[in-house]
């Protein structure tokens, strides 16, 4: 992936520069390698620090209204401290950790919805310039694929997947965002549950999952808790040992959640979280839905969706309002 911007900012022929990421897809907790290229403009200058930018596309949701936009999830400084002569060329390799909770854009290739992107931002005598940006690709850990895949071989179909703005309260949640997996139940759970919403929390020493039912169904009266939380380990363990655990969840949640349902619908429940928000489709992507029922692993294709990529597009027209980033 690359991208070269200009830096307009720091004067007509300024230096220009050109991020390249290594090729495949990234994993949460794992290193992102590359190298910066930069190419001096019509003067010498100082580059005073290289950042790059770990952005996400998200759903924020207001009193009045609901939008997208970009938040900064992490900053990593790469360089910097070097004078750049006049037309020179300088490269900067580079070799950063993602954040643990780093969203899942892809499985096995095939979009999910999410939009990361990595930025680049120069700082050169004193003024600071946001270089383009491209998007990120990002897989799931080992311990997330297999549970994806336990739901799969349960029977389950996925849905879409969403970033939404927000804390999920009683979670060791350290991002700004968290990413929701929506996913269908087979036809013989279709009357218990219609959906379940999955959020996966990772940490050095394990992941927290957090699992709902039926979150825009309405079903739930109010003050109801329905979020249901379970740990596991990134251990390897044997797929039918996962499918077990997953099973073990499910049964947990549908049963906490027809104890709880009313026989008519109340006022919608949802997440205890510190921001409100919606479930909808990807943030810069629309994802065809699976239809209920469907038994869809993720060998067997669980990810069996059409994605209308705006990647490209994702970020125009949000340089400002960066709430999430820090200077």
């Not at 109010?222 to 979020?227: L, M, S």
Request: glycine residues 14%; charged residues 20%.
């Amino acid at each position: 992936m690359v991208f070269k911007k200009l830096l307009g900012a720091l004067g007509v022929g300024g230096p220009s520069v050109d991020t390249v990421l290594q090729p495949g897809p990234a994993l949460p907790g794992g290193p992102l390698s590359g190298e910066v290229r930069l190419r001096g403009g019509g003067t010498d200058v100082t580059v005073e620090q290289i950042s790059l930018l770990l952005v996400a596309r998200v759903e924020v949701e207001g009193h009045d209204e609901e939008h997208d936009s970009t938040v900064v999830l992490e900053r990593f400084t790469v360089g910097g401290g070097f004078r750049l002569a006049q037309d020179a060329e300088h490269t900067v390799p580079f070799t950063v950790t993602l954040p643990w909770e780093t969203p899942v854009t892809q499985l096995h290739g095939q979009p999910l919805g999410p939009v990361l992107g990595i930025r680049t931002e120069l700082e050169v005598a004193g003024a600071r310039d946001k270089g383009d940006q491209d998007a990120l690709a990002v897989g799931p850990l080992p311990a997330q694929e297999a549970i994806l895949e336990a739901f799969g071989q349960l029977g389950y179909g996925f849905k879409s997947a969403d970033l939404e703005l927000g804390h999920i309260r009683g979670t060791g949640q350290r991002l700004p965002c968290y990413q929701e997996i929506e996913i269908v139940p087979p036809a013989g759970q279709a009357h218990a549950v219609n959906e379940i919403e999955v959020t996966f929390l990772a940490a050095p020493d394990g992941l927290e999952v957090v699992i709902e039912a039926d979150k825009r169904a309405g079903l739930f009266s109010g003050g109801q808790d329905t979020v249901h939380r379970f740990t596991t380990s990134h251990h390897a363990v044997p797929q039918a040992d996962r499918n077990a655990e997953v099973d073990a969840w499910l049964q947990q949640v549908i049963g906490a959640h027809a104890a709880h349902a009313a026989p008519y619908p109340y006022a919608q429940g949802g997440h205890h979280h510190d921001d409100h928000h919606r479930s909808g489709p990807g943030t810069g992507a629309v994802v065809a839905g699976v239809a209920a029922g469907a038994a869809v692993g993720v060998v067997g294709g669980m990810v069996a969706a059409e994605v209308i990529d705006e990647i490209g597009d994702a970020f125009e027209g949000d340089e400002e309002g960066e709430g999430a980033e820090e200077e």
